[in-house]
């Protein structure tokens, strides 16, 4: 592997932060459906250092698009769940955590299409759905640009570890497409920035569906300053129009490999990711179904939602149906 020259933006929260974020989180917990603004003043009391550290890299000066957070606390927890348990840690401390951070970069959103608009997503293997290439599954997840489709994807998201594998093995897969793009042609950079790429609806929001899947596009793939790129991939939905389109995906699926890093998060760790700036995946593991099985949690963070879009918010902080919205962005 290539190595990277910047090194991961990280903070570990000492005894007395992790205290106090706790009792920030458990107050936030009590709040997941106000608007922002009710949560604002709890942004202010949280430790100096964990609050500079996330700002600075929501401005974009950390161009690696990722950074970790270390030092949460989990809570008490109860087994990890086998099934869909959507309300399992309603209230729960973690919540207020994922609020807090989320806030702080933007705002906590969800998706009406997505969980029903869920806040937070629970990460877990479940039984039966171990091949599926989602949340539930365990067999690895390649690189992929969160919401790929959507015309309002998240600007930030975030996963905070609960439990890990029995094996510990289990890593999520970051990789910058500012590491990634200095491997390719020029060439190949400008196929990528072509509006000639459709992206297939992730299987999330197809659930309740029958039928092929919808797409998205015709998009780019690469797109921004030559300098400070971004990037809309995601290497099991995302096509290209014509064989030179598809060469150039699979050359940037190459690179990406090439400099990715796997960050096997350990209880209490979490990482926010630069949804444009960076793709991620997973790594495959053995689900036992134990009730000790590796159990990550998921927060999306949109810096602003159009205003036509939160007046046809039905909760302040859920996004509408796909259908709603549709051709209009």
């Not at 003043?41 to 964990?50: A, E, I, K």
């Given at each position: 592997?290539?190595?990277?020259?910047?090194?991961?933006?990280?903070?570990?929260?000492?005894?007395?932060?992790?205290?106090?974020?706790?009792?920030?989180?458990?107050?936030?917990?009590?709040?997941?459906?106000?608007?922002?603004?009710?949560?604002?003043?709890?942004?202010?009391?949280?430790?100096?250092?964990?609050?500079?550290?996330?700002l600075?890299?929501?401005?974009?000066t950390e161009?690696?698009?990722?950074?970790?957070l270390?030092?949460?606390?989990?809570?008490?927890?109860?087994?990890?769940?086998?099934?869909?348990?959507?309300?399992?840690?309603?209230?729960?401390?973690?919540?207020?955590?994922?609020?807090?951070v989320?806030?702080?970069?933007?705002?906590?959103?969800?998706?009406?299409?997505?969980?029903?608009?869920?806040?937070f997503?629970?990460?877990?293997?479940?039984?039966?759905?171990?091949a599926?290439?989602?949340?539930?599954?365990?067999?690895a997840?390649?690189?992929?640009?969160?919401?790929?489709?959507?015309?309002?994807?998240?600007?930030?998201?975030?996963?905070?570890?609960?439990r890990?594998?029995?094996?510990?093995?289990?890593?999520?897969?970051?990789?910058?497409?500012?590491?990634?793009?200095?491997?390719?042609?020029?060439?190949?950079?400008?196929?990528?920035?072509?509006p000639?790429?459709?992206?297939?609806?992730?299987?999330?929001?197809?659930?309740?569906?029958?039928?092929?899947?919808?797409?998205?596009?015709?998009?780019?793939?690469?797109?921004?300053?030559?300098?400070?790129?971004?990037?809309?991939?995601?290497?099991?939905?995302?096509?290209?129009?014509h064989?030179?389109?598809?060469?150039?995906?699979r050359?940037?699926?190459?690179?990406?490999?090439?400099?990715?890093?796997?960050?096997?998060?350990?209880?209490?760790?979490?990482?926010?990711?630069?949804?444009?700036?960076?793709?991620?995946?997973?790594?495959?593991?053995?689900?036992?179904?134990?009730?000790?099985?590796?159990?990550?949690?998921?927060?999306?963070?949109?810096?602003?939602a159009?205003?036509?879009?939160?007046?046809?918010?039905?909760?302040?902080?859920?996004?509408?149906?796909?259908?709603?919205?549709?051709?209009?962005?």
């Amino acid at each position: 592997m290539r190595m990277l020259a910047q090194a991961l933006n990280q903070y570990r929260l000492g005894e007395s932060e992790a205290e106090k974020v706790s009792e920030l989180s458990a107050l936030a917990a009590r709040l997941s459906d106000s608007i922002p603004i009710v949560v604002s003043g709890l942004l202010m009391d949280l430790p100096d250092g964990m609050r500079k550290m996330v700002l600075d890299f929501g401005s974009d000066t950390e161009s690696s698009g990722y950074c970790l957070l270390r030092g949460v606390s989990v809570g008490e927890l109860p087994k990890t769940p086998q099934a869909h348990e959507a309300h399992i840690l309603d209230g729960h401390p973690t919540n207020g955590t994922l609020m807090l951070v989320a806030d702080l970069l933007g705002s906590l959103t969800g998706y009406q299409d997505e969980k029903s608009g869920a806040l937070f997503h629970d990460v877990h293997p479940v039984r039966g759905e171990e091949a599926r290439i989602e949340n539930s599954g365990s067999v690895a997840f390649d690189f992929h640009t969160e919401n790929v489709h959507h015309p309002l994807r998240p600007d930030y998201l975030g996963l905070l570890c609960l439990r890990q594998d029995h094996d510990r093995i289990a890593a999520t897969r970051v990789s910058s497409v500012r590491d990634a793009l200095p491997l390719l042609a020029d060439d190949e950079v400008a196929e990528l920035r072509k509006p000639q790429f459709h992206s297939l609806y992730p299987t999330s929001f197809t659930r309740d569906t029958t039928g092929p899947r919808p797409s998205a596009g015709p998009h780019p793939v690469i797109f921004g300053p030559a300098d400070r790129p971004f990037m809309r991939f995601n290497s099991h939905n995302t096509q290209g129009d014509h064989p030179q389109a598809r060469a150039a995906l699979r050359s940037l699926a190459t690179a990406l490999e090439r400099v990715c890093r796997d960050l096997v998060l350990a209880p209490g760790d979490l990482v926010v990711l630069d949804n444009h700036v960076v793709v991620h995946g997973r790594t495959a593991f053995t689900p036992r179904y134990d009730g000790q099985d590796r159990w990550l949690r998921r927060f999306y963070s949109l810096r602003s939602a159009p205003l036509w879009a939160q007046r046809m918010m039905r909760h302040p902080r859920v996004l509408p149906a796909m259908t709603e919205i549709r051709g209009v962005v």
